[in-house]
């Protein structure tokens, strides 16, 4: 084995070997330059799925977002632990060539049971030798695990969401791929083990050659191979499943929010019963919002000391079912004239609607410039959404299916913003 190794060593070009010696500069820039991009793209990819989700409806949205976030999350643990181990790696090179005659073991005078290990290199050259190969399998492994994810992300595009956005029935083709593919995970965590069995081998190729394209295994093959056939596979599995463990966690922490999920690292008891009044949200609030933050509706501020309440609220794509729906029964032509708008018991009559365009296209809505002057000193609650009369109209019609009226009804609740009027006196 050593003199295959020895003959490949041999047989590399000058320019890979003078690459592979001095490699660590290269990963450095690459390590830097991505440990502050991964930090930006983690912001820019949550906004960037939200923003999806408004404009149009995408099948598989939800998976995209946690396999990008997860991908996202992997790089980022994957470079920042290089960069330490490289600079680890650079102190013992410096300490190694400060004294370069070797630990001095006359003068290390421990009692037992406390003992030195004897070895034949009394320098740090085998430790030196062994932190930059550490270093090589972690970057390594952080850039081809982002491909397999980007991976699976093509092929739920390929598999999911291209036939919906085309709208084509894949059928009885979709049942075969999902168990195909369930079949080609097992075999992926399992280092290959359905490959190995034989005659099964011939019923699985056509499938797992076709995931290995789409999935981008097939050009990590190679690499793959020279990884697996060569790491003690329980350290692997133990290492990875650390690293995952980190990985998941930090893109939950990133995420959950997004995606309406409980925070499951709170363990206050009654964060739903603090208090009894209305809920107040930052994002119902235009001056608690980041310069980059969206939210579907807002007013300028909590406490009102303006003559006029500046409501806005967020087009999405999920109000075209509505309006196409209440143009059947009523002649409709904006969408303002869907909502409805009162404050405290009185609803508000003749409201003048202004379509509204923000620096991010996307967040485009309505805004209406609602008078108060006359609201009394102190709480008020600000009420809107879809007419009633239209929903009633809607939800009488026998045409449309039980379960979609109960998905209108969950998706159409009135929005309440509480606010205090200031006399500014």
Same mark, same amino acid.
């Given at each position: 084995?050593?003199?295959?190794?020895?003959?490949?060593?041999?047989?590399?070009?000058?320019?890979?070997?003078?690459? *592979?010696?001095?490699?660590?500069?290269?990963?450095?820039?690459?390590?830097?330059?991505?440990?502050? =991009?991964?930090? *930006?793209?983690?912001?820019?990819?949550?906004?960037? #799925?939200? $923003?999806?989700?408004? $404009?149009?409806?995408?099948?598989?949205?939800?998976?995209?977002?946690? #396999?990008?976030?997860?991908?996202?999350?992997?790089?980022?643990?994957?470079?920042?632990?290089?960069?330490?181990?490289?600079?680890?790696?650079?102190?013992?090179?410096?300490?190694?060539?400060? @004294?370069?005659?070797?630990?001095?073991?006359?003068?290390? !005078?421990?009692? !037992?049971?406390?003992?030195?290990?004897?070895?034949?290199?009394?320098?740090?050259?085998?430790?030196?030798?062994?932190?930059?190969?550490?270093?090589?399998?972690? #970057?390594?492994?952080?850039?081809?695990?982002?491909?397999?994810?980007?991976?699976?992300?093509?092929?739920?595009?390929? &598999?999911?969401?291209?036939?919906?956005?085309?709208?084509?029935?894949?059928?009885?083709?979709?049942?075969?791929?999902?168990?195909?593919?369930?079949?080609?995970?097992?075999?992926?965590?399992?280092?290959?083990?359905?490959?190995?069995?034989?005659?099964?081998?011939?019923?699985?190729?056509?499938?797992?050659?076709?995931?290995?394209?789409?999935?981008?295994? @097939?050009?990590? *093959?190679?690499?793959?191979?020279?990884?697996?056939?060569?790491?003690?596979?329980? !350290?692997?599995?133990?290492?990875?499943?650390? @690293?995952?463990?980190?990985?998941? &966690?930090?893109?939950?922490?990133?995420?959950?929010?997004?995606?309406?999920?409980?925070?499951?690292?709170?363990?206050?008891? /009654?964060?739903?019963?603090?208090?009894?009044?209305?809920?107040?949200?930052?994002?119902?609030?235009?001056?608690?919002?980041?310069?980059?933050?969206?939210?579907? @509706?807002?007013?300028?501020?909590?406490?009102?000391?303006?003559?006029?309440?500046?409501?806005?609220?967020? /087009?999405?794509?999920?109000?075209?079912?509505?309006?196409?729906?209440?143009?059947?029964?009523?002649?409709?032509?904006?969408?303002?004239?869907?909502?409805?708008?009162?404050?405290?018991?009185?609803?508000?009559?003749?409201?003048?609607?202004?379509?509204?365009?923000?620096?991010?296209?996307?967040?485009?809505?309505?805004?209406?410039?609602?008078? #108060?002057?006359?609201?009394?000193?102190?709480?008020?609650?600000?009420?809107?959404?879809?007419?009633?009369?239209?929903?009633?109209?809607?939800?009488?019609?026998? =045409?449309?299916?039980?379960?979609?009226?109960?998905?209108?009804?969950?998706?159409?609740? /009135?929005?309440?913003?509480?606010?205090?009027?200031?006399?500014?006196?």
């Amino acid at each position: 084995m050593e003199q295959l190794n020895e003959n490949a060593e041999n047989n590399s070009p000058s320019w890979l070997k003078n690459l *592979q010696e001095n490699s660590w500069e290269l990963e450095f820039l690459i390590s830097g330059g991505a440990v502050f =991009s991964l930090f *930006q793209l983690s912001r820019y990819w949550v906004d960037t #799925i939200e $923003s999806i989700g408004v $404009s149009f409806p995408f099948p598989g949205a939800n998976l995209f977002f946690m #396999i990008g976030a997860l991908g996202i999350e992997v790089l980022k643990i994957g470079f920042v632990i290089h960069l330490l181990m490289r600079a680890f790696w650079i102190s013992m090179v410096c300490i190694n060539f400060a @004294y370069p005659q070797g630990i001095n073991e006359s003068k290390v !005078k421990w009692q !037992k049971p406390f003992s030195l290990k004897k070895s034949t290199d009394k320098g740090l050259n085998n430790t030196i030798i062994s932190i930059d190969r550490i270093c090589g399998i972690i #970057i390594f492994l952080s850039i081809s695990s982002t491909f397999i994810l980007a991976g699976l992300m093509f092929s739920i595009f390929l &598999t999911i969401s291209l036939p919906a956005l085309l709208g084509i029935d894949l059928g009885f083709l979709n049942i075969v791929l999902f168990v195909a593919a369930i079949f080609y995970f097992i075999d992926f965590i399992t280092f290959g083990l359905l490959r190995k069995i034989r005659y099964f081998s011939f019923v699985i190729y056509p499938f797992f050659v076709f995931f290995d394209i789409i999935t981008f295994k @097939y050009f990590l *093959q190679k690499s793959l191979y020279l990884f697996f056939t060569n790491v003690s596979r329980w !350290k692997f599995v133990l290492a990875i499943s650390v @690293y995952l463990v980190f990985a998941i &966690t930090l893109s939950y922490l990133n995420i959950y929010r997004t995606m309406q999920w409980p925070n499951v690292f709170d363990k206050r008891a /009654y964060k739903w019963e603090m208090a009894a009044g209305e809920y107040l949200g930052s994002s119902m609030y235009k001056d608690q919002l980041d310069a980059n933050s969206n939210s579907a @509706y807002h007013i300028q501020s909590k406490i009102i000391k303006d003559n006029f309440i500046e409501l806005f609220i967020r /087009y999405n794509y999920r109000i075209d079912e509505i309006m196409n729906l209440s143009k059947q029964k009523e002649k409709l032509e904006f969408l303002s004239q869907l909502i409805a708008v009162q404050i405290d018991d009185v609803i508000l009559e003749d409201i003048e609607w202004h379509p509204t365009w923000s620096k991010n296209s996307t967040n485009i809505g309505i805004t209406a410039m609602i008078p #108060i002057k006359d609201l009394k000193y102190g709480k008020h609650v600000l009420v809107f959404g879809i007419k009633p009369e239209l929903l009633e109209e809607i939800y009488k019609d026998k =045409s449309l299916d039980a379960v979609y009226i109960e998905e209108l009804k969950r998706n159409n609740e /009135y929005t309440t913003i509480p606010f205090w009027k200031d006399s500014g006196e």
